[in-house]
């Protein structure tokens, strides 16, 4: 089955300790990113990866960082958590990180989101 | 402003009604419009792309204004399954390959 896999779904955590959110694709895309989610704000880019070793800043990476070893695996980690990033986190792919609507190769495909609480 | 901007609702329709969403977005250069569904905190899910031509999947119609900077969605024939978040999807062509979420829009169809 075609899927994003993400790990862990639910985490309580304190300040200051480091942990890291994995997030796997198996459908072979070269397109990732790392989004968040809070009450009224809907989701916002953190990162994206738009092939391996390639990855930049979406609208709010601080605090967060990322690596694309391998196509399939874009893990995010977070140094030094803060009660600040509590947030439900969505990991994505796409095919392609460009193309227009009717191409189809930037329709994301979305983890089932990990739910993230710093105390 | 934001870079894309939807009226959060709630729009509380009984069945059968025709519902009506817009979100209008800043960036004119923008290229790829989607709408997403997302039920309850879970993960959002495409609904339908939005092409320049505007586009039709069973009772939901996308239409695309680019002279005025905004999308659409027609929910015709309302149904209980269809209580959800609309969200609201921008791909700007600005460089980068960023996707700009709305903040999303709440329907609640009652019996």
């Known amino acids: 089955e075609a899927q994003v896999t993400q790990n862990p779904r639910y985490l309580i955590t304190v300040t200051g300790k480091k942990l890291t959110v994995t997030c796997s694709q198996n459908m072979n895309h070269e397109y990732m990113s790392w989004y968040r989610q809070d009450p009224g704000l809907g989701l916002r880019q953190i990162y994206y990866s738009m092939n391996v070793e390639v990855t930049d800043k979406g609208d709010v990476p601080e605090g967060y960082k990322v690596s694309r070893k391998e196509k399939r695996n874009f893990p995010l980690i977070l140094e030094s958590p803060s009660p600040n990033q509590t947030s439900l986190y969505f990991c994505?792919?796409?095919?392609?990180?460009?193309?227009?609507?009717?191409?189809?190769?930037?329709?994301?495909?979305f983890g089932a989101g990990s739910r993230l609480t710093v105390l | 402003r934001k870079e894309v901007e939807q009226d959060p609702g709630p729009f509380n329709v009984p069945e059968g009604a025709t519902v009506a969403f817009n979100c209008t977005y800043s960036n004119s250069a923008s290229q790829s419009f989607f709408w997403y569904r997302q039920d309850c905190r879970k993960e959002p899910k495409l609904l339908m792309s939005v092409y320049s031509s505007g586009n039709e999947d069973g009772r939901f119609t996308a239409q695309l204004n680019r002279a005025s900077q905004y999308i659409s969605l027609l929910i015709r024939d309302s149904k209980l399954s269809d209580s959800a978040t609309y969200l609201c999807v921008v791909t700007p062509n600005t460089g980068g390959f960023k996707t700009i979420f709305g903040a999303g829009t709440r329907l609640f169809v009652k019996a």
């Open positions: 994505a792919s796409s095919l392609s990180g460009s193309g227009t609507a009717s191409s189809g190769a930037n329709v994301l495909t």
